[in-house]
């Protein structure tokens, strides 16, 4: 089965801070995603990753970064939280290039941002 | 732009009930694929089913199956003989061209026992 996991389930932050979130997923995907998850609005793509070191923008990337350093990894970077950044955050992995293809998501981190 | 919409918020039924939710998609791609999701309360997000446009026979697995109209851009999900287990939140999504999967604001369903 594959397995994508995240660093942590719940996490508590004060304004201004760095964060990082972070995913491994074990079945040697070459795509990661993170999103984040609001009522109302679904899940919304913040930035993915087809090969270590590239990656790409999604919809919503302001007050994000990502890194990617391993295959297995991708970490999410809030530079400095804020208390609109407080959301569900999920990683997912998916295995090539086709749009068939099934993505495999974490079990997601709420962030609170006070 | 592809875009996908679920109408309703919230639905409940009875357990052993039959259910459908409703997911609307626009997208200007020749080739896509349409997704539902479920994510359990407190559970890993899963994929229930997947329909390739090209194909005209609704996609079905198992209790789970779809309604699929390509004109109407209308792509609904059926539960049969629904469980307690199938309660949770179930988000369309579509994928075109690009790598990326565009979500619908999600259906909260509740099986009532």
């Known amino acids: 089965d594959v397995k994508v996991t995240q660093s942590s389930r719940y996490l508590v ?7 990082f979130l972070e995913c491994v997923q074990d079945m040697d995907h070459e795509n990661m995603f993170w999103y984040r998850q609001d009522p ?3 899940l ?3 930035y993915f990753s087809y090969d270590v070191k590239m990656k790409e923008k999604g919809d919503i990337p302001e007050g994000y970064s990502v890194s990617r350093e391993k295959k297995e990894r ?3 970077i809030l530079e400095s939280a804020s208390t609109n950044q407080t959301s569900m955050y999920l990683c997912a992995s ?3 290039g086709s749009i068939r293809d099934e993505q495999f998501f974490g079990p997601g981190t709420r962030l609170t941002v006070l | 732009a592809q875009t996908v919409t679920q109408s309703q918020p919230e639905m409940s039924v009875q357990e052993a009930e039959t259910v459908t939710l409703s997911c609307t998609y626009d997208t200007s791609e020749n080739n896509y694929y349409l997704f ?3 994510q359990p309360p407190s559970r890993q997000m899963i994929l229930v089913i997947r329909q390739e446009a090209y194909k005209q026979q609704n996609a079905t697995e198992n209790r789970f199956s779809v309604n699929f109209q390509k ?4 792509f609904s999900l059926k539960i049969s003989d629904s469980q307690l287990g199938d309660t949770a939140m179930y988000f369309c999504a579509s994928r075109g061209g690009a790598q990326k999967l565009v979500f619908g604001q999600g259906t909260r369903l509740t099986i009532n026992p």
Request: aromatic share 16%; net charge positive; proline share 0%.
């Open chain 1, 74 to 76: 991708f970490s999410l």
């Open chain 2, 71 to 74: 004109a109407a851009k209308s």
């Open chain 1, 94 to 96: 998916s295995f090539g």
């Open chain 1, 13 to 19: 932050k004060r304004t201004g801070e760095k964060v």
């Open chain 2, 36 to 38: 539902w999701y479920k």
């Open chain 1, 40 to 42: 109302g609005l679904g």
């Open chain 1, 44 to 46: 919304r793509l913040i």
